[in-house]
């Protein structure tokens, strides 16, 4: 099989993958697995595209990607082949160009990121206050529920007065425990590439519908992370008040709001977790991630 013919399949499958994933019961039941799954299929869809074109425009060299690209090189020194023809070299320039978009838009989605959160922290560094009730959290005096992670190197959990007079000692240390490991795990830098995905194509219902999906398994995440250390009634009780208060997590940063009905249905049921299901689905898209790059290597093209 050559390269061209195998990345062009690996992207049809990577693209008939979505919807089923994006339906799939197991996700919500092993959020860290799904999780990777969606990553590997970003990646996997991402590269082959890139080999895609490039394999495209390199295909009369006949040969794996490192030694057509060594041939090409040569050739525009003393004359491409006749079979290096425009329409070829415009499959070069494409992948090039896109080689480049990729970087470039996940560097403004962060740089845009960035921003928010340093006016953030400026912002909590003016009206943030300690206080014993919540135990490395900066309190802000605001009577609406209100609780977020502003993460980073060094992260920033936010509740307001207002969550602090609405929860007992128990939901407060749940919300908190469920902040912390958002902070702990990054998974701000998990969303960099969904985000990213977005820009790329703000168009596409399935971009938003998989940066939305991935949101609120981290969501589910960090819920199992709290669920660990606080009871489900604790979490569920404070996902409630939360709910009911309407409070939405600022721009930049991580917090307690989401789907919470979803949540909330999910934490009252626990369901037995299927790991073996979500190792395997995760398992086969790392697969796919790992011949991708194998294929430009190895095959012709």
């Known amino acids: 099989m050559s390269a061209v013919a195998h990345l062009a399949v690996t992207l049809v499958l990577c693209l008939l993958a979505v919807p089923p994933l994006l339906g799939a019961r197991w996700s919500s039941e092993s959020p860290g697995a799904a999780v990777v799954a969606w990553q590997s299929l970003l990646v996997t869809g991402v590269l082959c595209v890139l080999g895609l074109l490039a394999a495209l425009g390199l295909a009369p060299y006949d040969r794996p990607m490192l030694p057509a690209l060594d041939a090409f090189t040569a050739d525009l020194a003393t004359g491409l082949p006749p079979e290096m023809t425009a329409a070829r070299l415009a499959w070069l320039v494409a992948a090039v160009v896109t080689a480049a978009l990729v970087p470039i838009t996940v560097a403004v989605s962060t740089v845009g990121v960035l921003r928010v959160r340093r006016r953030q922290r400026d912002l909590l560094a003016l009206l943030g206050r300690e206080d014993p009730a919540a135990p490395g959290a900066v309190v802000v005096d605001h009577p609406a529920p209100m609780a977020y992670c502003v993460p980073g190197l060094r992260p920033r959990i936010v509740v307001s007065s207002g969550t602090l007079a609405m929860l007992d000692a128990g939901q407060l240390a749940a919300v908190l425990g469920h902040e912390r490991a958002h ?26 519908e998989v940066s ?14 709290a669920c660990r250390a606080h009871t489900r009634g604790c979490l569920q009780a404070a996902l409630r008040r939360f709910r009911d208060g309407g409070f939405t997590t600022p721009a930049g940063t991580l917090g307690i709001d989401g789907d919470i009905t979803a949540r909330l249905d999910r934490i009252a049921e626990p369901r037995r977790r299927r790991l073996l299901p979500a190792r395997w689905i995760a398992l086969t898209a790392t697969s796919a991630l790992a011949s991708t790059p194998i294929s430009l290597f190895v095959w012709p093209g």
Do not use: C, G, I, Q
Not at 183 to 208: G, I, M, Q
């Open 183 to 208: 902070a702990r795990e990054r998974h701000d830098l998990v969303l960099v590439p969904f985000t990213a995905l977005r820009r790329v194509l703000p168009n596409s219902r399935y971009a938003k």
């Open 212 to 225: 939305a999906t991935v949101a609120l398994l981290l969501e589910m995440r960090a819920d199992d992370k």
